[in-house]
């Protein structure tokens, strides 16, 4: 027993002594002797291969067949057609299997490919390099390498910067350095650009020499083909701006158009020939055969239509819009001429506006002026700085100078008007002296003869207002046949006409202060107000408020309020107040109908005060009435309340006292009445007038109790 427990021992020492070797050298060979040292398992066989474990995996994302979970270089032979997925070697990497290459799995044949992805298959360079294609093995394209730049045609871009260019043509961007965000098309196009960043040419020698035209765009044959500092410009059509050495910011459209426009900097020619000779043209535009042909300095200047502004040698900042429009302009700087020969012949009718056939016909000298409708300005020589829009409009006028002429015969005849306006027919028309004033609607101001400083707005306003100076009437037939109405506002129909005097006044609503034999210093608000008014420095507010009415100083506010009454120096609030009433100076109604066809017969009657509807002084003066149809019964009286509508309580809030009359026995009103309290200075008590004087309960012994 004990032998064989030795043998036993023996053995599983010499298993463990082999277990440690095996394990403690660094490299595993089968059938070899000497592995590489290289590696940790070397296999050597002849005539065998490697059995690689076989599966069938769902997709590229199975992450369930390997039973104890996918880890990065797992390696695997695939046997399933599923999905995305075909019989071949897979490795896990990451978050996916990948297929291991064969050899012609990613070549792209000479007879064409079938089976690709366009999302994954491509033609080009995995590394940071461009792409060059070659054909009989001279470069013909390329493609930059971060897909910025494109270069097709021999010799395209073939010396240029690789900014954002793509140029295609034989020679197209050929020397262009410093081409940026640019696009050359056609033999030769932009071959010298050198500096011509964000620009477009296409076509043959287009942009050819365009050293420095940035953010531009040359299309046709040689079009910009000599404009050396074209930036930001657009040359469209054959030679077009192809002498255009300075025409930056410009656009030439047409044949030949801008042929010679050296210095024609922000402009535009469209159409055969246009701007020829325009050699200093800069932010100009011509459009029609011919315009501005000869226009050698028209900068800032616009000409469309055959012939327009032909010779305008020195029309700077002009527009010529029409045939032979401005024609002989030669001097006619910032101006504008529209219609067939308007303006044919304003030599030096600068900073001007004609608009119509023969508009400002012999307008030689009118600068700063405008001239709208045929004929119109007709005989203005001087007529400076002005408007003229109508047939005839400003018609013998030739000192109306910075006026304006609206309407057919407008301020004709207004020799002197100058600093005016007149708008609508026959508007203005005899305003001889109307200086600095605006006249505005049918006939308003006809006749104004003497109207300066003033504005009158609508039909008939202002008519025959012969003294109307610095005065405003807006609205039909306002302030018309308004004599000595100087400083004068008239706002409404009829307002303020046939007003007298009127200085110095406001007049609004219809019918406001028709026919006010006088009214100055006076404000009247509300239709037929002050209507037949005589008076002055008033405030009349409401309808038909201070008709046929005489106040001088007074306020009359509410429907109707101070119709026919005298005073002066009052106050009326509410509907009706004071109408009818005399002799209300100095007094104060307030409520709807308060002193209402009231009579204050006596000479100081005045000085009342009414405080609520329907209130009356009942005849007296220097009286008090509160409260609605509160009436007074005697002068020197205040009384609150009425039968109809008695105040039962006065309460007095506060630490004092109420102070009643005093007076000596003597000096008891000689004709008392029941509840009258007093002081008696002579007893030195308060006593009440009362109808039991003794106190026994009977009535019938009326007298004066002490308190």
Same mark, same amino acid.
Request: aromatic residues 12%; without cysteine.
């Given at each position: 027993?004990?032998?064989?427990?030795?043998?036993?021992?023996?053995?599983?020492?010499?298993?463990?002594?082999?277990?440690?070797?095996?394990?403690?050298?660094?490299?595993?060979?089968?059938?070899? $002797?000497?592995?590489?040292?290289?590696?940790?398992?070397?296999?050597?066989?002849?005539?065998?291969?490697?059995?690689?474990?076989?599966?069938? %995996?769902?997709?590229?994302?199975?992450?369930?067949?390997?039973?104890?979970?996918?880890?990065?270089?797992?390696?695997?032979?695939?046997?399933?057609?599923?999905?995305?997925?075909?019989?071949?070697?897979?490795?896990?990497?990451?978050?996916?299997?990948?297929?291991?290459?064969?050899?012609?799995?990613?070549?792209?044949?000479?007879?064409?490919?079938?089976? $690709?992805?366009?999302?994954?298959?491509?033609?080009?360079?995995?590394?940071?390099?461009?792409?060059?294609?070659?054909?009989? #093995?001279?470069?013909?394209?390329?493609?930059?390498?971060?897909?910025?730049?494109?270069?097709?045609?021999?010799?395209?871009?073939?010396?240029?910067?690789?900014? %954002?260019?793509?140029?295609?043509?034989?020679?197209?961007?050929?020397?262009?350095?410093?081409?940026?965000?640019?696009?050359?098309?056609?033999?030769?196009?932009?071959?010298?650009?050198?500096?011509?960043?964000?620009?477009?040419?296409?076509?043959?020698?287009?942009?050819?020499?365009?050293?420095?035209?940035?953010?531009?765009?040359?299309? *046709?044959?040689?079009?910009?083909?000599?404009?050396?500092?074209?930036?930001?410009?657009?040359?469209?059509?054959?030679?077009?701006?192809?002498?255009?050495?300075?025409?930056?910011?410009?656009?030439?459209?047409?044949?030949?158009?801008?042929?010679?426009?050296?210095?024609? #900097?922000?402009?535009?020619?469209?159409?055969?020939?246009?701007?020829?000779?325009?050699?200093?043209?800069?932010?100009?535009?011509?459009?029609?055969?011919?315009? @501005?042909?000869?226009?050698?300095?028209?900068?800032?200047?616009?000409?469309?239509?055959?012939?327009?502004?032909?010779?305008?040698?020195?029309?700077?900042?002009?527009?010529?819009?029409?045939?032979?429009?401005?024609?002989?302009?030669?001097?006619?700087?910032?101006?504008?001429?529209?219609?067939?020969?308007?303006?044919?012949?304003?030599?030096?009718?600068?900073?001007?506006?004609?608009?119509?056939?023969?508009?400002?016909?012999?307008?030689?000298?009118?600068?700063? =002026?405008?001239?709208?409708?045929?004929?119109?300005?007709?005989?203005?020589?001087?007529?400076?700085?002005?408007?003229?829009?109508?047939?005839?409009?400003?018609?013998?006028?030739?000192?109306?100078?910075?006026?304006?002429?609206?309407?057919?015969?407008?301020?004709?005849?207004?020799?002197?008007?100058?600093? =005016?306006?007149?708008?609508?027919?026959?508007?203005?028309?005899?305003?001889?002296?109307?200086?600095?004033?605006? &006249?505005?609607?049918?006939?308003?101001?006809?006749?104004?003869?003497?109207?300066?400083?003033?504005?009158?707005?609508?039909?008939?306003?202002?008519?025959?207002?012969?003294?109307?100076?610095?005065?405003? &009437?807006?609205?039909?037939?306002?302030?018309?046949?308004?004599?000595?109405?100087?400083? &004068?506002?008239?706002?409404?129909?009829?307002?303020?006409?046939?007003?007298?005097?009127?200085?110095?006044?406001?007049?609004?609503?219809?019918?406001?202060?028709?026919?006010?034999?006088?009214?100055?210093?006076?404000?009247?608000? *509300?239709?037929?107000?002050?209507?037949?008014?005589?008076?002055?420095?008033?405030?009349?507010?409401?309808?038909?408020?201070?008709?046929?009415?005489?106040?001088?100083?007074?306020?009359?506010?509410?429907?109707?309020?101070?119709?026919?009454?005298?005073?002066?120096?009052?106050?009326?609030?509410?509907?009706?107040?004071?109408?009818?009433?005399?002799?209300?100076?100095?007094?104060?109604?307030?409520? #709807?109908?308060?002193?209402?066809?009231?009579?204050?017969?006596?000479?100081?009657?005045?000085?009342?005060?009414?405080?609520?509807?329907?209130?009356?002084?009942?005849?007296?003066?220097?009286?008090?009435?509160?409260?609605?149809?509160?009436?007074?019964?005697?002068?020197?009286?205040?009384?609150? @309340?009425?039968?109809?509508?008695?105040?039962?309580?006065?309460? &007095?809030?506060?630490?004092?006292?109420?102070?009643?009359?005093?007076?000596?026995?003597?000096?008891?009103?000689?004709?008392?009445?029941?509840?009258?309290?007093?002081?008696?200075?002579?007893?030195?008590?308060?006593?009440?007038?009362?109808?039991?004087?003794?106190?026994?309960?009977?009535?019938?012994?009326?007298?004066?109790?002490?308190?």
């Amino acid at each position: 027993m004990l032998t064989l427990i030795k043998k036993i021992m023996r053995f599983f020492y010499l298993f463990i002594y082999f277990i440690i070797g095996f394990y403690g050298y660094s490299q595993v060979g089968i059938n070899t $002797t000497s592995p590489n040292p290289s590696s940790m398992l070397d296999i050597n066989s002849n005539n065998t291969g490697i059995l690689i474990t076989q599966v069938a %995996l769902t997709s590229t994302l199975d992450a369930t067949t390997i039973t104890n979970g996918n880890v990065n270089s797992l390696l695997v032979f695939n046997t399933a057609t599923v999905a995305d997925v075909t019989p071949g070697y897979y490795y896990w990497h990451t978050d996916k299997w990948h297929r291991l290459s064969t050899e012609n799995s990613n070549n792209w044949k000479l007879d064409g490919n079938s089976g $690709t992805d366009d999302n994954v298959n491509f033609v080009g360079t995995t590394d940071n390099q461009g792409l060059t294609f070659r054909t009989n #093995n001279e470069r013909t394209g390329y493609i930059s390498n971060n897909g910025f730049s494109i270069q097709l045609g021999k010799d395209a871009g073939l010396n240029a910067s690789l900014n %954002l260019t793509n140029f295609i043509g034989v020679s197209a961007g050929y020397n262009a350095l410093n081409a940026i965000s640019s696009n050359f098309i056609g033999n030769n196009a932009g071959a010298y650009a050198d500096n011509a960043f964000h620009s477009n040419f296409i076509g043959s020698d287009s942009g050819m020499s365009a050293y420095f035209a940035n953010s531009s765009n040359f299309i *046709g044959v040689e079009a910009g083909s000599g404009s050396e500092n074209a930036y930001s410009s657009n040359f469209i059509g054959n030679g077009a701006g192809s002498g255009a050495v300075y025409g930056f910011q410009s656009n030439f459209i047409g044949t030949n158009a801008g042929n010679f426009a050296e210095n024609a #900097n922000f402009s535009n020619f469209i159409g055969h020939h246009t701007g020829n000779e325009a050699i200093n043209a800069d932010n100009s535009n011509f459009t029609g055969t011919n315009a @501005g042909f000869q226009a050698t300095n028209a900068n800032l200047s616009n000409f469309s239509g055959n012939y327009a502004g032909y010779q305008a040698a020195n029309a700077n900042n002009s527009n010529f819009i029409g045939n032979y429009a401005g024609y002989q302009a030669t001097n006619a700087n910032n101006s504008n001429f529209i219609g067939a020969s308007a303006g044919e012949e304003a030599e030096n009718a600068y900073s001007s506006v004609f608009i119509g056939e023969g508009a400002g016909a012999g307008a030689i000298d009118a600068f700063q =002026s405008n001239f709208i409708g045929n004929d119109a300005g007709n005989s203005s020589v001087q007529a400076n700085k002005s408007n003229f829009i109508g047939y005839l409009a400003g018609l013998n006028s030739p000192f109306a100078h910075s006026s304006n002429f609206i309407g057919e015969e407008s301020g004709s005849g207004a020799t002197n008007a100058h600093s =005016s306006n007149f708008h609508g027919a026959y508007a203005g028309v005899r305003a001889i002296n109307a200086n600095s004033s605006n &006249f505005i609607g049918v006939y308003a101001g006809y006749d104004a003869t003497n109207a300066f400083h003033s504005n009158f707005f609508g039909k008939d306003a202002g008519r025959n207002a012969t003294e109307a100076n610095n005065s405003i &009437f807006i609205g039909e037939n306002s302030g018309a046949n308004s004599v000595y109405s100087n400083d &004068f506002i008239a706002i409404g129909t009829n307002s303020g006409s046939n007003s007298s005097k009127s200085y110095y006044s406001v007049n609004i609503g219809h019918n406001a202060g028709i026919n006010a034999a006088s009214s100055n210093y006076s404000v009247i608000l *509300g239709s037929n107000s002050g209507s037949n008014f005589s008076g002055e420095s008033s405030v009349l507010i409401g309808n038909g408020v201070g008709a046929n009415a005489t106040l001088s100083s007074s306020i009359s506010i509410g429907h109707s309020s101070g119709v026919s009454s005298t005073g002066e120096n009052a106050i009326l609030l509410g509907n009706s107040a004071g109408a009818n009433s005399n002799n209300i100076t100095r007094s104060i109604f307030i409520g #709807n109908n308060s002193g209402y066809n009231d009579s204050v017969v006596n000479d100081d009657s005045n000085y009342s005060i009414l405080l609520g509807d329907d209130t009356s002084t009942g005849g007296f003066s220097n009286s008090i009435a509160i409260g609605r149809d509160g009436t007074n019964t005697a002068t020197n009286q205040l009384m609150v @309340g009425s039968t109809t509508y008695p105040i039962n309580t006065v309460e &007095f809030k506060g630490s004092g006292a109420v102070k009643v009359s005093s007076g000596t026995t003597a000096e008891r009103p000689s004709t008392p009445e029941f509840g009258q309290i007093r002081y008696n200075s002579t007893i030195g008590r308060g006593e009440m007038y009362v109808n039991d004087v003794n106190g026994d309960g009977t009535q019938g012994d009326a007298g004066w109790r002490a308190l």
